[in-house]
């Protein structure tokens, strides 16, 4: 099932320095996950940080209605502090990764830095055999 909403709840940039700010490195991070019958609420933290010279954070929050089993499937992974399940966390990191970059080219041209370009869907899975990556 999909996400049903989702809200930003706070921005923060600083650039500390002059320089070519090049391209940023970035992180997705999960602050909080809750569960309740088969409502899954997701806070989250996107960073963007461009070396020495600049860093930017959307942090927000996403809604998503699932079936009962994979509600109970994703409760039962934050109990056991173990992965979630694959079919979630795609989807999950997906719009996060959405939501954080987005939005993050808004503050990014506020203090003149690349902006956080959205990279490719990613795929959570094994990789074919004989493939590089």
Do not use: C, W
């Not at 806070?43 to 010279?53: S, V």
């Not at 930017?56 to 079936?67: C, F, K, N, S, Y």
């Not at 994703?74 to 399940?85: R, Y």
């Amino acid at each position: 099932m999909p996400f049903v909403g989702g809200r930003i709840t706070a921005v923060s940039a600083k650039r500390m320095k002059d320089g070519d700010p090049g391209m940023p490195e970035i992180k997705l991070g999960i602050k909080e996950l809750d569960v309740d019958k088969t409502k899954i609420t997701v806070k989250y933290e996107y960073h963007a940080k461009y070396g020495d010279i600049a860093e930017l954070t959307v942090e927000g929050e996403l809604l998503a209605e699932e079936t009962k089993d994979l509600a109970k499937a994703i409760a039962d992974s934050k109990k056991n502090k173990s992965k979630l399940p694959e079919e979630f966390a795609e989807r999950l990191l997906n719009n996060i990764n959405y939501a954080g970059s987005v939005n993050g080219v808004f503050i990014a041209r506020v203090l003149n830095l690349t902006p956080p370009m959205m990279p490719p869907r990613m795929k959570i899975g094994k990789q074919p055999e004989g493939k590089v990556s």
